[in-house]
């Protein structure tokens, strides 16, 4: 049995806790809370045996094994590396921190640590997303040409809707970029293998002034009741970017918080020179695939019809539909197997998001909004591909 201490338990953090239990060799020991009344109540929510209202004391304890990190953004950094010296494995919530050299500190503890470190971009568990990889790197639709889509959202659309996000001190420089954005061009980069080599931004922040609840915090995609101050939002509420590929492809993207009737739509489509496959968060089980002078089709989620490495997420029959927690548990799993089997970053190379590509989006979104800044393309700065320290000996022969 492999036991969890659960750090934050606002939106994401019970997440977490139900997509650990379908694991079935996963406990969810521990919980640790802004306060310690807080943190037993929601404890005992959850049926969590232990709460603390220190982070400190949950990584002392010697029986918690992997800490998940589901606290706000500007807290990521802190826990994060405080849990690998303690020497806990970490799953941690994007962003991985606020900034590049935050995130590039990280990567190093990791590293040192030889720790399992994860990044939750759990949109890569959905089954059909990695049919869409896999059919790209087979050369499907041939020469990968073009990258486009968009994250849309309407839970801030009105003046009275309020995160802690919407302050930088709180969530960081970038908002709609940096908490939905970073999903979207983690899956770009991933499907495509391609890194997205520069960037031409553009940023709103369309509802400058918003009201904030003044008795009691807000959890995101909750409503609030009661007095209210106004503040000043200094974080965006919608973007788009141009980007081009390192493998030669270019494209674009929309991300918005603030779009009546969206609720969660991921959208990402790749054009090739023979064809096109389509992925749409609002209809998960299915994938879309243009060709020219053929019918497109309709890829069902069917275990009969997936290549080997789509199974892997795929575990109810076709017409059984699986959707968001059904990917953040096959993330997760995909994790804990790693985990489970005794490996280790430093000798073998992980299938799931590290600290690395947390630092890639970070980096990714310091760019865009340096772009957004001096209106104009700007590069983004390519990180070395990190290798395990095998492999690197065996390049090294």
């Known amino acids: 049995m492999i036991r969890v201490g659960l ?36 404890a005992d929510q959850m049926g969590i045996p232990e709460a603390c209202g220190d ?55 990791a590293r040192a640590t030889g720790l399992v470190n994860a990044v939750n971009f759990n949109y890569r568990g959905y089954p059909l997303v990695r049919q869409m990889r896999a059919m790209i ?60 080599s520069r960037v031409m931004g553009r940023l709103a922040t369309v509802v400058p002034i918003r009201f904030r609840p003044v008795e009691r915090e807000v959890e995101a995609f909750a409503a609030a009741e009661g007095p209210r101050e106004a503040v000043e939002v200094r974080t965006e509420d919608y973007a788009s970017v141009l980007i081009d590929l390192d493998g030669g492809a270019t494209g674009s993207f929309v991300v918005s918080q603030v779009s009546p009737g969206r609720k969660n739509r991921l959208w990402i489509e790749v054009d090739g020179s023979e064809g096109s496959l389509a992925w749409d968060q609002d209809y998960p089980d299915e994938l879309w695939y243009g ?39 096959n993330l997760f799993a995909e994790i804990y197997g790693f985990i489970r089997a005794g490996k280790s970053p430093l000798h073998d190379m992980p299938t799931y998001p590290t600290f690395y590509d947390g630092l890639v989006q970070i980096t990714l979104v310091e760019a865009i909004l340096e772009s957004h800044r001096l209106q104009q393309w700007v590069d983004v700065p390519q990180l070395p591909a990190p290798q395990p320290a095998a492999a690197m000996a065996m390049a090294r022969r």
Not at 299 to 320: C, I, K, N, Q, T
Request: net charge positive.
């Open 7 to 42: 750090i934050g338990a606002g939106f994401v953090g019970p997440a977490h806790v139900e997509a650990l239990r379908r694991l079935g060799y996963v406990e969810v020991l521990a919980l640790a809370e802004s306060d310690a009344r807080r943190a037993r109540e929601k």
């Open 137 to 196: 790197a087979r050369g499907d639709i041939g020469q990968v040409r073009l990258v486009h889509g968009s994250y849309l959202q309407d839970w801030m659309t009105y003046a009275t809707d309020y995160s802690w996000r919407v302050l930088p001190e709180q969530g960081g420089p970038s908002r709609a970029l940096a908490d939905i954005g970073s999903h979207w061009c983690d899956l770009a980069q991933w499907v495509t293998g391609q890194r997205i």
């Open 55 to 109: 982070y400190r004391r949950l990584l002392a304890n010697p029986r918690v094994t992997v800490v998940h990190n589901a606290t706000p953004n500007r807290m990521h950094f802190e826990i994060n590396l405080h849990a690998l010296r303690a020497g806990k494995h970490v799953v941690s919530e994007k962003p991985l921190a606020v900034t590049s050299d935050e995130a590039r500190r990280l990567v190093e503890e």
């Open 291 to 329: 060709q020219r002078g053929r019918p497109n089709q309709v890829l069902p989620r069917d275990p009969a019809l997936l290549d080997v490495e789509s199974l892997v997420g795929s575990y109810l029959p076709a017409g059984h539909p699986e959707g968001w927690s059904d990917a953040l548990r």
